[in-house]
């Protein structure tokens, strides 16, 4: 990886790098690239982001809402909220979408704990935009956010969304197992042979391999991390077997990436592990980090 970046409980770190700690202090919760810019959240209020070789610039603030997640894309950056709100960041200012307040299906979302359901996660490529409610499922907008509709049953309790450019698969990390849709969320499969416990937080893709996250639960236990081929052509194994003890915690979501061949996890006890072959050997990357909120990499 030619960069990954550790967002924390305390500050912004650069893993592959010998660099003084950015927004030490702050809890940085969400991360994303674009083709110009590194994009952050800082304590799930500000967003902040740094052009190619310049200086942090703040970008924006909500007020009202916590900003769980950012999507880069060729209309402007998304921001998934708290309250399962989205707003689009444009000339300084953070503006509501108010398609996504019409999606249908909308008075549904829910939470187990009786609270208001959050955006999550988001992702985009060739086939839309794919948005993460928890728990709500995964609206789908296919004109840039001007409209929106619903795809998977809220109740698979998804925790995080990710589109694949290369084979078209949508695949979300949910409360059972990985979900893979072949036509866009039009209908989907659970894969979860292998795991030893159907929850999963996270998801990410390396070439022709997959990676989930997997626990015994939302507070997790004996969470592990785990790969199978894409094309489902066999179950998933555990990564790092008899190299270390089950995981702290959940793997969490957006804690899981992949760039090329390449692969990295970050865990709350503030260790990153990465590695270099699509998951077949893992080096210890990182140590005595606070605790990982996000990882990012390019």
């Known amino acids: 990886m030619e960069l990954l970046l550790a967002g924390t409980a305390d500050g912004l770190h650069r893993v592959n790098e010998m660099a ?27 967003i902040w982001r740094r052009p190619a070789g310049d200086k942090w610039m703040r970008a924006g603030s909500m007020s009202d809402q916590r900003a769980n997640c950012l999507l880069p894309t060729p209309d402007g950056l998304l921001v998934g909220a708290s309250e399962a709100h989205l707003a689009r960041l444009e000339g300084g200012h953070l503006d509501p979408l108010g398609s996504f307040e019409e999606v249908e299906g909308r008075s549904d979302w829910y939470t187990p704990w009786g609270g208001p359901p959050d955006v999550r996660s988001m992702s985009t490529g060739p086939k839309g935009i794919f948005v993460n409610v928890h728990v709500g499922g995964i609206p789908r907008s296919t004109d840039g956010g001007a409209t929106w509709e619903p795809t998977i049953d809220i109740d698979a309790d998804v925790h995080q969304v990710l589109t694949d450019t290369v084979s078209g ?4 990390a949910c409360a059972k197992g990985l979900a893979v849709s072949q036509d866009a969320g039009g209908s989907w499969d659970y894969r979860s042979d292998g795991l030893h416990a159907d929850y999963s937080r996270a998801v990410a893709v390396a070439g022709d391999v997959v990676f989930v996250s997997a626990s015994t639960g939302p507070r997790g236990g004996r969470a592990a991390v785990y790969r199978a081929p894409l094309d489902g052509s066999a179950p998933f194994e555990p990564c790092m077997a008899g190299r270390t003890a089950w995981l702290r915690g959940n793997i969490d979501s957006h804690c899981l990436v992949a760039v090329g061949d390449e692969a990295a996890f970050g865990t709350e006890d503030g260790r990153v592990f990465t590695t270099r072959d699509r998951g077949e050997t893992w080096e210890e990357a990182a140590v005595n980090l606070p605790a990982v909120t996000c990882l990012a990499a390019k």
């Not at 202090?25 to 959240?41: E, I, K, N, P, Y």
């Not at 698969?169 to 979300?172: M, Q, W």
């Open 169 to 172: 698969l949508v695949l979300a």
């Open 20 to 46: 003084p700690v950015e927004f030490p202090g702050r809890r940085v919760t969400a991360l994303a690239f674009d083709a110009a810019h590194l994009w952050a959240v800082a304590d799930q209020q500000e």
